[in-house]
T-cell receptor, first 113, second 112 residues
């Protein structure tokens, strides 16, 4: 199936730095989701975006739904060691019966002290 | 908080065995999903269900079947396990709208 283009693929940053990652698609989505997955665990939903242009925060995380509906961005401010993991974006073409997510390829984040 | 639970975190089975993976959600969600996750291949949808007793094939249904007899429970069945079904299996559920999915902790299945 289709995968969304997510960049960067991996990041090595120092504790305290800010992080930015993005996700792009060739098709339009009506919902964008951001997940974090720790090793050996299931993805955890971080932020959900439902309107083009929407900017939503969850603690140190901020995500934006692109105006074109074809992209989304996630920022993490003042990174800490527990931010380590893989971050996935996911798009939903429409809400409703049997709506299937399209996932990004993932961004692996490593934080050094 | 939404809770999705999976019956086992780790499972080791032998080739040819019948394997049941159980998933239960406590939020009265209409939709439930089974994925497998493999390095380099990302999350791939096996089957999903949008109502009790209803199911639809995902991207990789071969070798799997599912059962949804109650709204809160969605089972994945490997009729005759094979080594290429060694993987991390993830269950998810979502409300009808807006449709964001909530995942369980995963089952790491090894088929010997």
């Amino acid at each position: 199936g289709q995968q969304l283009n997510q960049s960067p693929q991996s990041m090595f940053i120092q504790e305290g730095e800010d992080v930015s990652m993005n996700c792009t698609s060739s098709s339009i989505f009506n919902t964008w989701l951001w997940y974090k997955q720790d090793p050996g665990e299931g993805p955890v939903l971080l932020i959900a975006l439902y309107k083009a242009g929407e900017l939503t925060s969850n603690g140190r995380l901020t995500a934006q739904f692109g105006i074109t509906r074809k992209d989304s961005f996630l920022n993490i401010s003042a990174s800490i060691p527990s931010d380590v993991g893989i971050y996935f974006c996911a798009g939903l073409p429409r809400a409703g019966t049997a709506s299937k997510l399209t996932f990004g390829t993932g961004t692996r984040l490593q934080v050094t002290l | 908080d939404v809770k999705v639970t999976q019956s086992s975190r780790y499972l080791v089975k032998r080739t040819g065995e019948k394997v049941f993976l159980e998933c239960v959600q406590d939020m009265d969600h209409e939709n439930m999903f089974w994925y497998r996750q493999d390095p380099g291949l990302g999350l791939r949808l096996i089957y999903f269900s949008y109502d009790v007793k209803m199911k639809e094939k995902g991207d990789i249904p071969e070798g799997y079947s599912v059962s949804r007899e109650k709204k809160e429970r969605f089972s994945l069945i490997l009729e005759s396990a094979s080594t290429n079904q060694t993987s991390m299996y993830l269950c998810a559920s979502s409300p009808l709208s807006p449709g964001q999915q909530f995942f369980g902790p995963g089952t790491r299945l090894t088929v010997l």
